[in-house]
């Protein structure tokens, strides 16, 4: 069902941070770099999913609102992710077809997951001993 399994995608998204961090050298008190996923609309105005990374000083596990307030926000943030792509444009056929809870399963399991094993694998090694969070505009998120 999913082709984006062979690592192409982590490939991609690790080259693209790479480029980013070196680019856009994040500071050194960066204690977490937060992969954030949200609602988009492409210029021809159909439903996408936006997915970016920035920096967070003062990450606290419990309060998820030390991670609204970036102190590394690089223009170059946002990432692409055939994976989180995939499964977007699968939630939205869930959604057009009425199959409301596949839709919702997909629209929150499915990317949270996604995004979280491609941040992972795509950040090893990059972003030293500094947490990891991957997680919804909406506030949920997870700590790898």
């Known amino acids: 069902m999913y082709r984006w399994c062979s690592g192409r995608d982590v490939a991609q998204v690790r080259s693209a941070l790479e480029r980013l961090l070196r680019n856009e050298t994040p500071p ?3 204690d977490a770099f937060y ?3 949200f609602d988009a609309v492409d210029g021809a105005g159909n439903e996408t999913l936006g997915y970016y990374v920035a920096g967070v000083i003062g ?3 419990e309060n998820g609102d030390s991670l609204c307030d970036p ?3 690089p223009e170059g943030r946002y990432l692409e992710s055939l994976a989180l792509s995939t499964i ?3 939630q939205l056929k ?3 077809s009425k199959r409301s809870r596949d839709a919702e399963l997909l629209g929150y399991a499915g ?3 996604v995004a ?3 941040s992972k694998f795509a950040a090893a090694e990059l972003l030293g001993d500094r947490k990891c969070v991957v997680g919804f505009d909406s506030g949920d998120f997870a700590t790898l």
Do not use: C, N
């Open 71 to 73: 102190a590394w926000w």
């Open 88 to 90: 977007r444009t699968d």
């Open 94 to 96: 869930a959604r057009s």
């Open 116 to 118: 979280l094993i491609v």
């Open 111 to 113: 990317q949270l997951g």
């Open 35 to 37: 992969f954030e996923l």
């Open 59 to 61: 990450f606290d596990t």
């Open 28 to 30: 050194q008190s960066i």
